[in-house]
């Protein structure tokens, strides 16, 4: 299968987009990139729970933009465009109280100036417990 990702992508390269930044509070950790979906965790702790103990809807729609961000600056010339997030949607199916969230994020459209992706999380046993739908502008880079 042929590669959706513009040039050379390892999980080193996204990680170190993390830095000092709210996935890297949240402790979001991108582990594995195929020819066209990325995988990241995210440990569902006190930095992700809501008070009753559950994972937070919040870090999961987190979790989710991250990875649908992520993807985009992957699928576009970095040297002169970014994506921005338009709208994401979460449908919480299942709660989860401890261990590790896994996003699987692949796409749905990443041509032209707007890029869609599915983000599915999953907890430990594999069980679907968040659905997200992404939607990221394609914009010019800053300068």
């Known amino acids: 299968m042929q590669t959706i990702w513009k040039g050379e992508i390892t ?4 990680n170190d987009l993390n ?9 979001i950790n991108f582990t594995e990139i195929g020819p066209n979906f990325m995988k990241a965790t995210m440990p569902v702790n006190h930095k992700t729970k809501q008070p009753f103990g559950l994972l937070h809807g919040g870090a999961s729609v987190a979790l989710a933009e991250t990875i649908g961000s992520v993807a985009s ?24 109280t401890e261990g590790l ?12 100036k707007v890029h869609i992706w599915e983000i599915k999380i999953y907890d430990e046993t594999g069980d679907l417990c968040c659905l997200s739908r992404f939607t990221c502008m394609i914009v010019p880079k800053p300068r």
């Open 19 to 27: 830095k000092n930044t709210m996935g890297e509070f949240m402790e």
């Open 11 to 14: 999980t080193q390269f996204v």
């Open 101 to 112: 969230v896994t996003a699987v994020c692949t796409a749905i459209k990443t041509d032209g």
């Open 73 to 96: 600056l992957c699928v576009v010339n970095r040297e002169f465009f970014i994506g921005l997030g338009m709208e994401i949607n979460a449908n919480h199916i299942k709660p989860v």
